[in-house]
């Protein structure tokens, strides 16, 4: 059996009640953190929380080589955690299609996401969101703007009137000049703001560690979030729609939105 677990958004005690007696009950447990981490926790403290060993796998490890992993599958009882929810990327959805192709049962035992956090912690209804799109670092695109498709899927939904989350760039391994494995970084929402702004006269939402006792959400231009500071990451970005007067409401009184700012709710 290989048991996908979602870690949740911040720190060991993110995870669910049936993610933690999955741990528990594993022969191995593997880790990937390079699509994401939980930045209130290391991996020693997830250790000492399941009181097991994690064996982390970087993206090679999982994309190129995941036999170890599925090999402790087919043995035993083998869990791979991720933050977040498990199988909202697609390399986690390939590393199951590898299992099942060599008859290894698989389970998916979801933590909360980005996604709902930012509806959540902003007050924009989540039926309201268009397609999400990632803004990647310049070098990763190989670029100084900010790539047409990120412009594109934002200025579609907009004209249907819907709500855009942006997902910002993370390097881990991977930095300018390619393989690094001292390499670390994560796109701040100031920088995303600043970048967006030269292409889209628009509000936005910045959203700073999501799933934290002390998440910071803040609304207003993008010209004026480049100037502003967030915090450590993890941070997102939401470009909105259409507002509802209940969202406009929220934007003002959760987000610190500036009357000025926010358009006239529809």
Do not use: C, W
């Not at 930012?118 to 989540?126: E, F, R």
């Not at 979030?225 to 259409?242: M, V």
Request: hydrophobic share 40%; net charge negative; charged share 25%.
């Amino acid at each position: 059996m290989l048991t996908f677990v979602g870690l949740g958004l911040y720190d060991e005690r993110s995870i669910t009640v049936e993610g933690r007696e999955a741990v528990a009950d594993a022969d191995r447990v593997f880790a990937e953190f390079y699509t994401s981490k939980l930045v209130g926790a290391t991996v020693e403290d997830l250790e000492s929380y399941h009181d097991t060993a994690i064996e982390v796998r970087d993206r090679p490890g999982v994309e190129e080589d995941p036999e170890p992993i599925l090999d402790a599958a087919a043995d035993g009882n083998a869990v791979f955690l991720t933050a977040g929810d498990t199988m909202i990327s697609t390399t986690h959805v390939d590393l199951r299609l590898r299992a099942a192709e060599r008859g290894i049962d698989t389970r998916v035992i979801h933590g909360t996401t980005a996604e709902a956090a930012a509806a959540s912690l902003t007050g924009l209804q989540n039926y309201r969101f268009g397609k999400a799109t990632t803004l990647p670092f310049a070098y990763a695109h190989g670029g100084d703007g900010v790539p047409g498709s990120v412009v594109d899927t934002v200025t579609d939904n907009r004209d249907r009137g819907l709500h855009t989350l942006v997902y910002l760039d993370i390097k881990v391994g991977i930095g300018p000049k390619g393989r690094d494995p001292d390499h670390e970084e994560y796109m701040t929402a100031d920088h995303a703001a600043g970048r967006l702004a030269d292409e889209l006269d628009a509000l936005g939402v910045a959203v700073a560690r999501a799933g934290s006792p002390n998440p910071v959400v803040a609304a207003d231009q993008l010209s004026a979030l480049a100037g502003r500071a967030f915090g450590e990451p993890l941070h997102l970005l939401i470009l909105p729609g259409d507002l509802h007067v209940i969202e406009r409401d929220a934007l003002a009184e959760l987000a610190g939105a500036p009357t000025s700012a926010l358009p006239d709710p529809v």
